[in-house]
């Protein structure tokens, strides 16, 4: 596979580091418009759909729950949310070695947001031409207004994009009630806005590329993923080389000219400003609008399609080519078998939970009639479907009970911690350490129950003296 090399071709039509995109129509225009617009109306809109009275993407720092498209994981689901990001990381593997970096192109949302900020300035400023004369010609009041509105609706955008991060954490519904009467009690919420708003309005409004080209890491390590056979953007050196102007209907061939009518076009709709003419980059986030645009070309051209086309390196050179690679093979395994583990545990996941947490306070205390009392703290979680009532109950060895009976009754998703003193008799504790089961039991689901085992901590027996529960 020929190197990514790190080439960036300057419009010579205006040296100075601003790229002016210019707007090109085609299948793969179309269909990046399509996905990034929907990946724009699911990120503004899934923040307001609610489902039995919960929003449907919400994660809920304080009670420390995450709900996700009806599912609800707690901290103790942390394993499965992990195992869910290396499912996403090998994602992007498998599909980098399949396509390239597609999604780079299509649905990364620094893409997306540089895409809604380039479609907002093209209807402000005007088409790429227009642009480059408008920063050209000076400052004049037409130039202040339309720089005004552009930077205006930009910020817009950001601060709708702030509202909305801070709404997935922050009820929405609360979050913009809130906002727009200025009684927001929580300020963290509001500095997270700002933050978001000013790093939206900087990444897509100002840096743009810069943050794929200098930011991104992915950018750097998708060679590791790339083989000859990865299908990606390339430009048919053989079948455009030489290249060169002439006018339509003249033959080429005799002129010793290839298929590219060297007219640049390829490189004024690139949005990372490279020219692919020589060869792939690592700058290049393969979004096909350079294939639409030398498509339109070579339409004009009355040439075959695809000088510039999605494809692999060995198909350019004539080679054998497909799919079925062994790190194709290796990545699209480990999803497999992670998606796998993930639907196993998710639908094994008990319905209910109980953690057992000693007091800190002291080892033990001696209560009344030679009884020992350990203290804990017993935290409950109920994720059934429905509000239930449990008992709390305790076993170890004999005469262990509680100080006083414990129901607690939950609703779903809800969790409580309540206190729990524990008694043995000093008599019938035989060693400084004995074995505790805590039992928490639905009063009305008998499948519904739950068993922690934790320790108790008794008076240590004096060396050579005989047990004290022995008969
Ligand atoms: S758009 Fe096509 S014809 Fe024009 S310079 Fe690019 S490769 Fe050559
Ligand atoms: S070279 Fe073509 S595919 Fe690559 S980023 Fe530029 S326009 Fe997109």
């Known amino acids: 596979m020929s190197e990514l090399i790190p080439v960036r071709q300057m419009d010579p039509s205006h040296p100075s580091d601003k790229i002016y995109v210019r707007d090109t129509e085609g299948l793969y225009q179309r269909i990046r418009a399509f996905s990034l617009w929907a990946l724009m109306g699911l990120y503004f809109g899934a923040v307001w759909i609610n489902v039995n009275g919960q929003q449907i993407v919400h994660f809920d720092l304080p009670a420390r729950q995450f709900h996700l498209f009806g599912a609800t994981f707690w901290p103790q689901d942390f394993f499965l949310l992990s195992l869910m990001l290396l499912i996403c990381a090998f994602g992007l593997c498998f599909i980098t070695s399949l396509v390239g970096r597609v999604w780079c192109g299509y649905t990364c949302p620094q893409t997306a947001w540089t895409f809604v900020f380039m479609w907002l300035e093209e209807k402000v400023e005007g088409s790429r031409n227009q642009r480059i004369k408008l920063d050209r010609r000076g400052p004049t009041l037409n130039r202040l207004r339309k720089k005004s509105l552009k930077h205006g609706l930009w910020l817009l955008v950001a601060?709708?994009?702030?509202?909305?991060?801070?709404?997935?954490?922050?009820?929405?519904?609360?979050?913009?009630?809130?906002?727009?009467?200025?009684?927001?009690?929580?300020?963290?919420?509001?500095?997270?806005?700002?933050?978001?708003?000013?790093?939206?309005?900087?990444?897509?409004?100002?840096?743009?590329?810069?943050?794929?080209?200098?930011?991104?890491?992915?950018?750097?390590?998708?060679?590791?993923?790339?083989?000859?056979?990865?299908?990606?953007?390339?430009?048919?050196?053989?079948?455009?080389?030489?290249?060169?102007?002439?006018?339509?209907?003249?033959?080429?061939?005799?002129?010793?000219?290839?298929?590219?009518?060297?007219?640049?076009?390829?490189?004024?709709?690139?949005?990372?400003?490279?020219?692919?003419?020589?060869?792939?980059?690592?700058?290049?986030?393969?979004?096909?609008?350079?294939?639409?645009?030398?498509?339109?070309?070579?339409?004009?051209?009355?040439?075959?399609?695809?000088?510039?086309?999605?494809?692999?390196?060995?198909?350019?050179?004539?080679?054998?080519?497909?799919?079925?690679?062994?790190?194709?093979?290796?990545?699209?395994?480990?999803?497999?078998?992670?998606?796998?583990?993930?639907?196993?545990?998710?639908?094994?996941?008990?319905?209910?939970?109980l953690e057992v947490m000693r007091d800190r306070g002291g080892l033990y205390q001696t209560g009344p009639g030679e009884l020992i009392e350990n203290t804990y703290n017993l935290k409950l979680t109920n994720r059934s479907p429905q509000r239930e009532t449990f008992d709390l109950r305790v076993a170890g060895p004999e005469g262990t009970r509680l100080l006083q009976s414990l129901q607690v009754t939950l609703d779903s998703g809800q969790n409580r911690t309540v206190p729990a003193v524990v008694q043995i008799p000093a008599s019938k504790i035989s060693a400084s350490r004995s074995d505790l089961t805590f039992t928490a039991s639905s009063q009305d689901n008998p499948a519904l129950g739950i068993s922690t085992d934790s320790t108790f901590f008794g008076p240590a027996p004096r060396p050579g003296s005989p047990s004290r529960n022995a008969p």
């Open 159 to 353: 601060l709708g994009t702030g509202v909305t991060f801070i709404g997935y954490f922050y009820p929405i519904r609360e979050l913009v009630p809130d906002l727009a009467t200025f009684s927001m009690s929580n300020g963290w919420a509001g500095f997270f806005i700002g933050f978001f708003t000013l790093a939206t309005y900087l990444n897509a409004g100002w840096m743009r590329e810069k943050v794929c080209l200098h930011m991104c890491p992915y950018a750097r390590f998708q060679s590791a993923m790339f083989d000859e056979d990865t299908f990606t953007v390339c430009y048919d050196g053989p079948r455009g080389e030489p290249r060169g102007p002439r006018k339509k209907n003249s033959d080429q061939r005799t002129q010793g000219l290839g298929d590219c009518v060297d007219c640049g076009i390829c490189v004024q709709v690139c949005p990372t400003g490279i020219d692919i003419r020589q060869g792939l980059q690592y700058e290049c986030i393969n979004c096909g609008l350079c294939v639409d645009a030398c498509n339109q070309v070579m339409d004009r051209m009355d040439y075959p399609r695809g000088l510039i086309r999605y494809t692999s390196a060995n198909a350019l050179n004539g080679l054998a080519s497909g799919w079925l690679r062994p790190r194709v093979l290796i990545y699209g395994a480990s999803l497999i078998l992670m998606a796998t583990l993930v639907v196993v545990l998710a639908s094994t996941r008990p319905a209910l939970y």
